[in-house]
């Protein structure tokens, strides 16, 4: 139920702290009934800061911009830095079909960002990096994108376990 609440709005596990404080004081003291209804209050405070930090449309909206104006480079950099903020070791890849291998501890990530700027995306890029995840035999892939990806892509990331970050997740990492 923990798990259901932390991907819900903060208000609804407000609600269900107050119902479970409300059903609890009928049966016992106000103290007890409190002690029932923490966690419940906990989650709704841990979501809504979560919520309070994640970026708005207005702010989504200007990341992808300033993204769409750097060059290869410049979003390689940033890239870099950003998975280096998180605690990665970051290595740039030649060959073209995954650009960074990220390792944090025992767990290796592909991340293929080079076609960041495609309009739309197919599924033939999902299909390099899930070869490249093979060769390098690595945990994750994920595949970055500013653009539209294809529903037939997004099957595809969806049945290899490929993360495509796009919008909010793109911005929240290079903004962080």
Do not use: N
Not at 14 to 31: E, K, Y
Not at 48 to 56: C, D, E, M, T, Y
Not at 92 to 112: I, K, M, P, S
Request: net charge positive.
């Amino acid at each position: 139920m923990f798990a259901i609440l932390l991907r819900k709005a903060w208000w609804v596990s407000g609600a269900v702290a107050l119902a479970v404080f409300g059903l609890s004081r009928l049966f016992l003291a106000w103290d007890f009934a409190l002690f029932a209804a923490l966690p419940f209050a906990v989650i709704a405070a841990y979501v809504g800061v979560k919520q309070l930090r994640a970026p708005g449309a207005r702010r989504i909206a200007k990341a992808i911009e300033r993204l769409r104006a750097m060059t290869w480079e410049e979003f390689a950099s940033a890239m870099e830095a950003a998975y280096r903020r998180e605690g990665f070791r970051v290595t740039r890849l030649e060959g073209g079909r995954a650009d960074f291998e990220l390792v944090q501890g025992a767990r290796h990530t592909l991340v293929a960002g080079k076609r960041w700027k495609a309009t739309r995306t197919g599924i033939e890029p999902l299909r390099e990096l899930e070869a490249a995840r093979e060769v390098h035999e690595a945990h994750e892939c994920v595949y970055v994108s500013v653009g539209e990806i294809t529903e037939q892509a997004r099957a595809f990331a969806l049945e290899k376990k490929i993360r495509v970050m796009q919008g909010a997740d793109l911005a929240l990492l290079l903004d962080a």
